[in-house]
């Protein structure tokens, strides 16, 4: 699937209040009443969303891909989240083709849709290297020779933060999902840097990757910023991968002032992965206290990934899931249920190009 070419013009405008809640308007009678959740206070947005991970990097699972994004946003579905380096890029590009032929046809707006992305994972371009050595040539064609980054500011050989790598990516994802204003912008993995940064200098790369995001969003490039982690928030002080909420919070005050865009974290929350809302892993008020307190108290919206952990929890899960949501009649929607009853979980990610697993999922939320 091509990226729109850069004399494409792109698709103008970004979610708003007033746009979120004209769609919730349209959808929200016959689906569940806590269905749609506010998102930072400022947008309203599905309490299922449409994931875009998973999937082999081939023209059959973009058009997958883009059909399902099209029936899950004529369905009452309006957050959809992917990430750069998602099946080489096609992801983003799946997700364009879904807005570019809906908001053709009028059927939806594009200040109703809340789409979001991540940078951090160097992207590779439409199918993975055969080999290593390719693999290198392309950093070096694509990054280290016009000056994007240098080698020294990528970790675990393929992630960087660094503020121009950022602003390189920023502009990729705009070109990718063909709209001028990307929603949410996460830093994808940060904690990955803790591989190679102490601590201190880890903290100052936070400081300027959130100085540049700032930047962004003054540009009108990106809405809010955020962090989607998977190892960072679920385990506690003391271990390497750790992240602490308010110490990021702070960051944000620290480059942004009090009217900084830090809006949002994204983490595993499941069955099977519930430290958000069982561990005390977050330093706050001088006592530790789980994401979920800790993000309600900061005021951070909290999006739940791999709620279904990549389909091993769709089935063989204990009879008294089932007693606990009598009205529902599958594992799969059970699993993705247990997540939405959590407080201040604003949506659960559901990866859904099959479009029999998203009929599944909407069947549950229905009145």
Known sequence: MRAPRRADKLITGCATQEGTERYRGRHAARLAEDFYRPLADVLGVSSVGFGTYLGDCDDRTDAEYAAAAQLALRSGINLFDSAINYRCQRSERALATALRALLASGAEARDEIVVCTKAGYIPLDGSPPPTRRDYNAYLQAQYYDPGIISPEQVVAGGHCIAPRYLADQVQRSRRNLGISTIDIYYLHNPEQQLD???????????????????????????GCYGCATWNGFRCPPGERSHLSLAE??????????????????????????????????????????????????????????????????????????????????????????????LPRVTSALVGMKDQAHLREQLAAVKR
Do not use: C, W, Y
């Open 248 to 341: 990021l919070v702070r960051t944000a005050e620290a480059v942004g002032g009090a009217d900084h865009h830090f809006r949002a974290v994204q983490l595993p929350i499941s069955l099977a992965m519930p430290e958000a809302v069982r561990v005390p892993t977050q330093p706050l008020g001088g006592g530790l206290v789980p994401l979920l307190q800790a993000a309600s108290e900061l005021g951070v919206a909290v999006i739940a990934s791999a709620p279904l952990m990549q389909g091993q929890l769709t089935r063989g899960l204990p009879a008294k899931l089932a007693e606990a949501f009598p009205a529902l009649e599958t594992d799969a929607q059970r699993a993705v249920a247990f997540v939405r009853s």
């Open 196 to 222: 190679a940064l102490p601590r201190d200098a880890f903290t100052e790369a936070i400081r300027a990757a959130f100085a540049q995001l700032e930047r962004e969003v003054a540009a009108g490039n990106i």
